[in-house]
């Protein structure tokens, strides 16, 4: 079946500092991969998604790439602030009536 | 204007008792999910409807059924609560099976 690693957390960095949350699956077929981003008290939001291999999502100053040849899709993100405190999830379908498989959600925060 | 609106927000009642918690998209979508998240947040898909038909009915004890009265709602019940119910309930709606999901705010769940 589908499956989604993620590090697990909590990620503590000092704002400014450059990110990455490290991602991996394992799929049949050619999933569409996903990062959700899940702020205290409220439900999850699509932050980027990519469709197919090579492809990079990006948004709000986060970036990931569709690596197939290495089942990965790592979050970027250059310069973070306190306000990107938050739990990422990362997610693949791998499309028709299947379910999306989610990560555990990797919890990050950012002091000042 | 929510896009995706659950109720209540704050649930908290008694071991045994019966309660429900509802759930409407105004976004036109056509699919709906319902998702449990424990306090470690992990996040485990429940039942899934697309068209008020279900499609994704994962192990789930019978005590939570379900119903979607037109594609726009997707309400839980559930029968003889138990402590282990305890969590945050999240409705989720996307335009088909394989697009993004958006999430309502979440039903946060207390057993006494």
């Known amino acids: 079946g589908n499956s989604v690693t993620q590090m697990e957390g909590p990620v503590t960095l000092s704002e400014e500092a450059f990110l990455t949350i490290n991602c991996t699956y394992t799929?049949?077929?050619?999933?569409?991969l996903f990062w959700y981003v899940q702020y205290p008290g409220e439900g999850l939001q699509l932050l980027l998604k990519?469709?197919?291999?090579?492809d990079k999502g990006s948004n709000k100053g986060f970036e990931a790439t569709y690596r197939k040849e290495t089942t990965s899709f790592h979050l970027e993100k250059g310069s973070v602030q306190v306000s990107d405190s938050a739990v990422y999830f990362c997610?693949?379908?791998?499309?028709?009536?299947?379910?999306?498989?989610f990560g555990i959600g990797t919890k990050l925060q950012v002091i000042p | 204007d929510t896009a995706v609106s659950q109720t209540p927000k704050y649930l908290v009642t008694q071991m045994g008792n019966d309660k429900s918690i509802k759930c409407e998209q105004n976004?036109?979508?056509?699919?709906m999910y319902w998702y449990k998240q424990d306090s470690k947040k992990f996040l485990k898909i429940m039942f899934s409807?697309?068209?008020?038909?279900?499609?994704i009915n994962e192990t789930v004890p019978n005590r939570f059924s379900p119903k979607s009265p037109d594609k726009a709602h997707l309400n839980l019940h559930i029968n003889s609560l138990e402590l282990g119910d305890s969590a945050v309930y999240f409705c989720?709606?996307?335009?088909?099976?394989?697009?993004?999901?958006?999430f309502g705010d979440g039903t946060r769940l207390s057993i006494l």
């Open positions: 997610a693949l379908n791998s499309g028709g009536y299947q379910k999306v498989t």
């Open positions: 989720a709606s996307s335009r088909n099976i394989d697009q993004p999901q958006h």
């Open positions: 799929a049949t077929g050619y999933p569409s």
């Open positions: 976004l036109g979508h056509d699919t």
């Open positions: 409807y697309n068209n008020k038909e279900l499609i």
């Open positions: 990519a469709t197919k291999a090579d």
